[in-house]
């Protein structure tokens, strides 16, 4: 067994300040340097989980690099470029290659370690060394993991290692001296263990009269005293045990051949290898009496030994006032001439940092108490170090402190590593609390177990999922958790996850051991440490039954976006008919006599094209292409307002509650809209409640999390504003259910209802950015929730914009663009009889070459949204370049994603919406006209 030994000693002084004893002191280091060794592969493993953090990339602790699986690096920060000696215009030539940087006897670690990365998409922190650009050698602490789903390219940082490789190994030469003090030692130096000897030196073999200082390991203590002083060293043995400090004895000590030694016995409580133990120093008082040449002998060899160690040994009087001996480290450690601790005793006091002195308890030593502290200091150069100071009072017979003899170490290099290993232990157990937080969140079952498949963590919803508590879960075999009518492909795939492969996902079904049946698509990954194999394992379950749930929600979701885009086409060919019809319809109505029979056919033609142009409107809101006209809404406003109207609409016989917010955020949607969503709920739910009941209407604000949007794949996680209609009626089935919001169906009896009430809620909800979700049972009601995103608290709730005076006539040069020859035709007699010239186009290009041969004297262009081979925002954009100024008043029977993305709110923006009246297209015109060119 290797030991790692610290140690410290101090000459003891006569009355006439001659050397007469030296004492010691040994401590077992053995276990902090694995504790260090293992800290540091603590801060390795949290240095790999840290890659995601972007802010590291710039950090000037650490460098990172983004490399590829040729040997070359495409990236890395100032901070490894300064590590290496390269600047950015090698990075950028391709000078900088890791294959190249790589000494010769390191490519095989490097082959192995991308095996690993290969296999796990990450690895294991390790050592190895790079070459500068200057030729010399940097050893570094590199890790790292692929960042492409393809693996040829990756991401590592790069710890420069070249500091800490220079402390430990100075601080390895330093325990080397401090060992060889100690087994130089002329004085004997024991410890003491359990009763029993746990180390000796040289010289206390030679005092006990044993060959070799492993004769004496393992004997009791006892053994070697004389049978006149055991009860008292059995005293002493117990209080060194409990940890008290006990005086100097002179005591009769038996050596191995039986001969009687008198010593003088030193000894201090200490903790070995974890374990209450004591230093102990014999100095043989017969040979103290042989005459001051061997003490002045023994002195000189202190002296060479205490002058060869890095640490400042150091002896002063009781009160400081007098430095009685210093070691030459001294000048090393405070920078300042060893004459500077004989001038002022109080010079190492003064060289404390402010902050730390009143750490520093003088009066402790006074009083006879041992010290052992560390402090800063503030260098006559300025610089700033970490010290560690042990002082042992020494007492005379009659208990007064006469004397101070202290040990002082640099060790800043242990403080920062401390520091460092503190901080990412505190990051680490940062990071493992956020990774517990989402495993416990997830909504899938996760399970871990050892090599063993024995279950150590179960996730909530593995209970939920799998039926069993995770207390039974955990300390069960993994085999167990799965149920399986046929256990057969279980242990397959058990087996080859042992193997260290990940096994094909597969679906299990069968009983718990409950008896609930429970089906899941199980994921296994197996996990596996650097050179042990097969650590255990992280399994995944998924409800296949809400797999399946959610599957369905997706392809209703698709299907209504498919019958949406039918509906948006027909609607948008049926507005081109209507404004056709409209406009000739009116303008015929306008040259009829109010006296001629001839205007109840025409009146009766404009009435069903409104209705017409009604039923088309709702299509366009089922498929999200109606034109909205947005503005910041409160929604409790909206219902309150409609609160009388309502309670007309569902009847005496239905109780109207409302339960509003009133702390109630804002959203940004069409008031109208709302209003109409609001109608078509209640009106449903009034016919679902033929015999009376309750009709609830509620509002509040809703954070939607991630695990609500993972259960709702169309749906965006963050702050809502919820409308709740709930009825007490029949309820639906699951067949009805499935279709309630496909246009044209109803439940209802012929002639009673459209089909298109729900489906227009759902396409304004869905066109205002929102979602909506429902539940009902049969004879339990129904309830129907829409979620509309949530707008700042700041908003204030924008006003309706009044209506335009009366319309104003005009000779403007107008350029008309439209596709449909009869809408042209219709447009341009309705502008020419107002007095405005028409350009007419029929498509973008003809646009183009008739503004140019126009001169590009166009004060308006109409134009329609949806053409063949240039639409109409494409058309105003070129046009834009070459007519200054241009003002753009856009047509269309339908909202293109064009304009739904740009926004009727624009205030730069004009729509005018097919079909139309002659009078509502005039007042738009004018009101484009009148705006003034668009900024």
Request: hydrophobic letters at 40%; charged letters at 25%; proline letters at 5%.
């Amino acid at each position: 067994t290797i030991l790692t030994w610290s140690d410290h000693g101090t000459v003891v002084y006569d009355e006439h300040d001659r050397a007469v004893r030296w004492i010691g002191a040994i401590a077992d280091v053995t276990a902090a340097r694995a504790a260090e060794r293992e800290r540091m592969r603590a801060s390795e493993t949290l240095a790999a989980s840290e890659l995601r953090f972007r802010r590291l990339f710039e950090s000037p602790m650490v460098g990172f690099i983004f490399w590829d699986l040729d040997g070359g690096i495409v990236d890395a920060n100032d901070q490894f470029l300064r590590m290496v000696g390269y600047d950015r215009d090698d990075l950028a030539a391709g000078r900088i290659r890791w294959l190249e940087m790589t000494p010769p006897e390191w490519h095989q670690l490097e082959l192995n370690k991308l095996a690993e990365l290969n296999a796990r998409g990450v690895v294991e922190p390790f050592e190895k060394e790079y070459v500068r650009k200057d030729g010399s050698r940097m050893p570094v602490l590199i890790g790292g993991g692929f960042i492409d789903a393809g693996r040829r390219r990756g991401v590592s940082w790069v710890h420069d290692l070249s500091e800490r490789k220079r402390a430990e190994a100075g601080l390895a030469d330093s325990e080397s001296r401090n060992r060889a003090l100690v087994e130089l030692s002329p004085t004997a130096i024991l410890i003491l263990s359990g009763g029993a000897v746990a180390f000796a030196n040289d010289a206390a073999a030679r005092l006990l009269g044993a060959n070799t200082p492993g004769d004496l390991i393992g004997k009791p203590a006892l053994d070697f005293v004389h049978p006149d002083f055991r009860d008292v060293v059995r005293d002493r043995q117990r209080r060194l045990m409990a940890g008290e400090p006990v005086a100097a004895i002179e005591e009769k000590l038996v050596r191995l051949d039986g001969g009687v030694v008198d010593a003088e016995i030193r000894a201090s409580p200490f903790t070995w290898r974890g374990h209450p133990a004591a230093y102990v120093v014999a100095v043989d008082v017969s040979a103290g009496r042989r005459g001051d040449e061997a003490l002045r002998a023994s002195e000189k060899r202190f002296r060479q030994l205490a002058e060869s160690i890095d640490a400042v040994f150091w002896i002063t009087s009781a009160d400081r006032s007098r430095t009685i001996y210093v070691s030459p480290a001294w000048q090393r450690v405070y920078g300042s001439p060893i004459q500077t601790a004989y001038d002022d005793p109080l010079a190492w006091y003064h060289a404390v940092h402010p902050e730390d002195r009143a750490r520093i308890d003088l009066r402790a030593e006074a009083r006879g108490l041992p010290i052992d502290i560390r402090y800063r200091i503030i260098r006559a150069d300025g610089a700033l170090r970490w010290l560690r100071t042990r002082v042992s009072p020494e007492s005379a017979a009659d208990g007064v402190v006469h004397r101070l003899v202290g040990l002082t170490e640099d060790v800043t290099g242990l403080e920062q590593a401390e520091a460092l290993r503190a901080r990412l232990q505190d990051e680490r157990d940062q990071l493992i609390d956020r990774l517990q937080l989402q495993l416990d969140a997830m909504p899938i079952a996760c399970l871990m177990s050892d090599a063993a498949l024995i279950v150590t963590y179960a996730n909530p919803a593995a209970e939920r999922i799998l039926g069993v508590a995770v207390g039974d879960l955990v300390g069960r075999a993994l085999r167990e958790a799965i149920p399986a009518d046929d256990m057969t492909s279980v242990d397959q795939a058990l087996a080859q996850l042992t193997g260290g492969t990940a096994p094909p996902a597969q679906i299990a079904a069968g009983q718990n051991r409950h008896g609930r049946p429970v089906a899941a698509e199980w994921h296994h990954q197996p996990l596996a440490h650097p050179g042990e194999g097969f650590a255990g394992a992280m399994s995944m379950a998924i409800d296949a039954g809400e797999r399946q749930r959610l599957e369905e929600q997706l392809r209703q979701a698709q299907k209504m976006e498919a019958v949406g885009q039918l509906a948006g086409g027909v609607a948008h060919d049926f507005n081109n008919l209507l404004t056709v019809i409209t406009g000739y319809g009116e303008m015929h109505l306008q040259n009829l006599a109010k006296g001629d029979p001839r205007r109840r056919g025409v009146e009766q033609m404009l009435k069903a094209s409104k209705r017409a142009a009604a039923l088309t409107q709702q299509l366009l809101a089922f498929s999200r292409r109606q034109a909205l006209q947005p503005r910041v809404v409160d929604l409790n406003a909206v219902v309150g307002d409609l609160d009388g109207m309502l309670r007309r609409v569902i009847g005496e016989d239905i109780e109207l509650v409302s339960r509003l917010h009133p702390g109630l955020g804002r959203v940004r949607a069409d008031p109208g809209q709302l209003e109409q969503v609001v109608m078509n709920l209640c009106i449903n739910a009034r016919d679902a409640m033929p015999a009376g009941g309750r009709l609830t209407i509620e509002t509040a604000n809703v954070e939607l999390d991630e695990i609500y949007t993972r259960l709702h794949p169309t749906v965006k996680p963050g702050s809502t504003v919820m409308l709740a209609v709930t009825d007490t009626g029949v309820g639906m089935d699951p067949e009805t259910q499935a279709r309630i919001f496909e246009p044209f169906f109803t439940t209802k009896e012929p002639g009673k209802g459209t089909g298109l009430g729900l489906a227009t809620v759902y396409g304004i909800v869905k066109q205002s950015g929102g979602n909506i979700w429902f539940s009902s049972e049969p004879d339990r009601g129904t309830v129907f929730k829409i979620y509309l995103p949530r707008v700042g608290d700041s908003a204030d709730v924008e006003s309706q914009a009044p209506d335009a005076e009366q319309i104003r006539a005009g000779a403007e040069t107008i350029l008309l663009v439209e596709d449909e020859a009869d809408v042209r035709d219709l447009i341009r007699e309705m502008l020419s009889a107002e007095g405005y010239r028409v350009i007419e186009a029929g498509n973008g290009s003809e646009a183009l070459a008739a503004a140019e041969k126009a001169g590009h004297r166009i004060d308006l262009m109409m134009t329609d949204v949806v053409m063949p081979k240039m639409s109409g925002p494409e058309l105003a954009e070129r046009l834009g370049k070459s007519v200054g100024g241009l003002r753009v008043l856009y047509m269309s029977g339908y909202m293109d994603k064009i304009i739904v993305d740009k926004g009727v709110s624009d205030r730069d923006f004009i729509f005018l919406e097919k079909p139309f009246t002659s009078a509502s297209m005039l007042r738009k015109v004018r009101e484009a006209l009148d705006r003034g060119a668009p900024a």
